[in-house]
Every structure is written in C-alpha cells, then in structure tokens.
C-alpha cells in the first residue's frame, strides 16, 4: 500500500490543523493505521492509531485530549485533527499502515 500525508504547515501555538493519509494499492480496511511524529534531532514517536474498524483508537499521553484519528474506509483515508497545538508538537508527521509501512511524512511547524 502507498501512503500520502497532506495538511501540514506553519501553525501559532493554540491552533489546529487537520492532517490526513490517503492510501493506494491495498486493502485499507484491512490495516490498523497510525500516525507517529519526529522532532529534530529525536527518535520517531508514536501519536495516534486507530484499528480496521475504527471503533478503538489509542493516543499518547502527550496528545490526549487535542488530538484525534479517524478513517474513512470507503474513501481509503485517515485524519489527524490536531487542536491547541502546542511548539513540541514540531516535527514531521508519518502516517503507517500495520507499523511496518510508511508515507514520505509532513512538516508540522508550531510557533510560540
């Protein structure tokens, strides 16, 4: 399966963006799809995921609460809805299907 993020860009502290993942060449429904980040300098992280059926999801500590995963099976996408956006929030934002397979990943940039 190919993978494409969107939606990134320059955002102030206390903003919201809305990230999403389409996938190509694949079963979708059949993937449990994530979203990890990483900041410069830093490992990659886990954010968000959400399993085939989209009824369970599981969050970092760090973006409970501002943060939300979502799919849509039938159009093949997953969403990152990210409010009150915080500066550690930096870093590019990967989309993964299964954990093992991975877009190009896109910039997030939160100014204070």
């Known amino acids: 399966v190919q993978l494409v993020e969107s939606g990134g860009g320059l955002v102030q502290a206390g903003g919201s963006l809305r990230l999403s993942c389409a996938a190509s060449g694949g079963t979708f429904s059949r993937y449990t799809m994530g979203w990890f980040r990483q900041a410069p300098g830093k490992d990659r992280e886990f954010v968000a995921s959400?399993?085939?059926?989209?009824?369970?999801?599981s969050y970092a500590d760090s973006v409970k609460g501002r943060f939300t995963i979502s799919r849509d099976n039938a159009k093949n996408t997953v969403a990152l809805q990210m409010n009150s956006l915080k500066p550690e929030d930096t870093g590019v934002y990967y989309c993964?299907?299964?954990?093992?397979?991975w877009g190009q990943g896109t910039q997030v940039t939160v100014s204070s």
């Open positions: 959400i399993i085939w059926s989209g009824r369970s999801t």
């Open positions: 993964s299907a299964d954990y093992r397979l």
